[in-house]
């Protein structure tokens, strides 16, 4: 992959990445709750199902966001579209659909 396009989509990722955990701090600090008000058990509980569920969905960002840094720091190296694991070359099209992958789908396959 050219290194412009790969540096476009890799900005422009790591740009929804975010933006994305931005929202989810900005939701979570508007939705803290008020203790002052009464309510059932279901309302106590509600709010730590949905702090557990944006904890989780940045958790993943958070990952996400490492794994565009990374691949943006091999760009810079000159190391960017090579498997971390093998050096072997990862293909355009695994790089189009996600440009921060650092193994070839070989790789990946056999990981899981």
Do not use: C, F
Request: charged share 30%; no cysteine; aromatic share 0%.
């Amino acid at each position: 992959m050219d290194e412009s396009r790969a540096r476009t989509l890799l900005t422009a990722q790591r740009a929804e990445v975010v933006a994305s955990l931005n929202g989810i701090r900005a939701t979570e600090i508007a939705s803290e709750p008020d203790h002052d008000i009464p309510g059932d058990m279901v309302d106590a509980a509600e709010p730590l199902v949905e702090e557990a569920t944006s904890d989780s969905i940045a958790g993943d960002l958070q990952e996400r966001l490492a794994a565009i840094d990374r691949a943006l720091d091999r760009l810079a190296a000159g190391t960017y579209g090579r498997s971390v694991l093998s050096g072997q070359p990862i293909p355009d099209e695994r790089l189009e659909a996600d440009p921060s992958a650092e193994v070839t789908i070989e790789e990946a396959r056999a990981r899981r």
